[in-house]
């Protein structure tokens, strides 16, 4: 008898150590299937019988089962209305705009770095003449309102995600590593998978690129003008938030990249979709050869359409952090 309890204290404190250990690695390898009904700690099962009547009704043979239908606590009337805005922004026709507005960022950065450094030759001094002046004025006000929009479709998701990893939402829902914003667990996108920690530290440095965005916008309206917008006090204002906002993006976008090669790096290859270079040829394949993106028919996410379509093969998570 005493054998049996010391070698039943040894396998509690091994299994301890080991589920300790998993806990403590970022980015370890992620199950692939687990209960989707991300339940808090202590939270009851539901009772024999109990879950079978909330899936009455439903095709069980090759069907998809809502697992919306099963969440607990329900969704509530403010949740529905997030999810129709959410949902609303995550339409293609916006995917497409995004796509459109990131082409224009490019182009139209470019016209303004070349008119800055002064590669060009539309007048003498090269970096101090017209139509030089007026090119680059209006160039860094088109880059501005194309920072703003993406900023201001992206800002709800970036919001919702800031709410669900702080661990603030009402009613509370889990968010464990894989859990969506419902708490619903195996969430195909690799955003989830981010540690919670690391995962914050993205989201507070895209709210200050938001934030920092708008008030560089509301500085561009008031002074207008290349003569107001490179005369002190406007110098000052129209600059450093712009370049607070430019910094912010650019180092959640590198913390970004970062946390999604080591996933990858850490799972079996397709674990979470292709990367972007190969989802611009998943994108050409879809395009030329028709062929849809591959989905998982046993998941529904309530903030975005059933179809789950997209234009990229992308992370949708990570990509609508950006109003792409």
């Given amino acids: 008898g005493r054998s049996w309890e010391m070698t039943h204290v040894v396998g509690v404190k091994d299994t301890f150590y080991q589920s300790n250990e998993m806990a403590q690695v970022p980015h370890s390898e992620v199950p ?32 998809e089962i809502d697992v919306m239908k099963t969440l607990e606590p329900p969704r509530t009337a403010s949740e529905a209305c997030r999810d129709w805005l959410l949902r609303l922004l995550d339409n293609g026709i916006f995917q497409i705009i995004g796509i459109i ?62 709410v669900h990893i702080a661990g ?29 920690n690391r995962r914050m530290g993205i989201v507070v440095l895209l709210l200050l690129n938001a934030i920092t965005q708008f008030i560089n916008q509301a500085f561009r309206f008031v002074y207008y003008s290349y003569e107001k917008s490179n005369r002190w006090p406007g110098v000052f204002w129209v600059n450093i938030f712009f370049a607070s906002s430019f910094a912010c993006a650019g180092a959640a976008a590198a913390w970004m990249a970062v946390e999604a ?39 529904h996410d309530p903030t975005r359409s059933k179809a789950m379509t997209s234009i990229f093969a992308l992370d949708r998570g990570g990509l609508r952090m950006w109003g792409a």
């Fill in 168 to 196: 603030w939402s009402c009613p509370k829902r889990s968010n464990a590593i894989s859990c969506n914003i419902y708490g619903i667990k195996n969430a195909p996108d690799l955003w989830f998978y981010i540690p919670l």
């Fill in 261 to 299: 090669h080591i996933l990858r790096k850490n799972n079996e290859p397709g674990r979470f979709g292709p990367g972007p270079i190969d989802s611009v040829k998943e994108a050409y394949r879809q395009f030329f050869h028709g062929k849809e993106p591959p989905k998982d028919p046993d998941y």
């Fill in 32 to 63: 692939v299937r687990e209960n989707r009904l991300g339940r808090e700690p202590g939270q009851s099962e539901p009772k024999d019988g109990e879950e079978g009547k909330s899936l009455e009704g439903l095709e069980s043979d090759g069907a």
């Fill in 101 to 162: 507005v990131i082409v224009l960022v490019i182009g139209d950065g470019a016209l303004f770095f070349f008119m800055a450094m002064g590669w060009h030759n539309l007048c003498e001094p090269k970096l101090d003449c017209e139509p030089r002046n007026t090119t680059v004025n209006i160039s860094i006000q088109i880059l501005n309102l194309l920072f703003t929009y993406m900023n201001l479709v992206a800002f709800p998701w970036r919001v919702v995600n800031f």
